[in-house]
């Protein structure tokens, strides 16, 4: 199973900001569309970096004045991303090795969509059960 499989189910919508927003707009912005992360991108729609409740929450660790910080300023910079044609497999094993939860979904050079690691683990639960009811038929007629 392919990302674009999960994408083609769950959408293409992904949430942004941009790296001169402020980090209170950026929490505003998870809070209303209920997600865990935002992909920041640049004039042109390119992900320049990604900030989520962890890198959030890193922040407030740090000192005050948080919320009044720019996005870019908290936000990751060293961003992976994903293919459509990736498997799942091996996304499932870097989010896991990486320690990330969202992936962004990048093809020619634009962001295409973003996948969580619940989505990965659905998607691939579903595969599984999907090959044990196959099996299971397959023993019963047998």
Do not use: W
């Not at 044609?85 to 990330?100: A, E, G, I």
């Amino acid at each position: 199973m392919k990302i674009s499989n999960i994408l083609a189910t769950k959408g293409m919508a992904v949430y942004t900001a941009r790296p001169g927003q402020t980090v209170q707009d950026a929490v505003a912005l998870l809070a209303r569309h209920n997600v865990g992360a935002l992909v920041v991108v640049d004039d042109e729609g390119r992900p320049v970096g990604i900030i989520s409740e962890r890198d959030i929450v890193r922040a407030l660790a740090g000192g005050e004045g948080i919320l009044t910080r720019t996005v870019d300023q908290v936000m990751t910079k060293n961003v992976v991303s994903a293919l459509p044609q990736d498997d799942l497999q091996s996304v499932m094993q870097t989010m896991t090795d990486r320690r990330f939860r969202h992936l962004p979904v990048v093809e020619h050079g634009k962001l295409s969509g973003i996948v969580s690691i619940g989505d990965v683990v659905k998607a691939m639960l579903a595969a599984y059960r999907g090959e044990i009811d196959t099996l299971q038929t397959q023993i019963s007629q047998g």
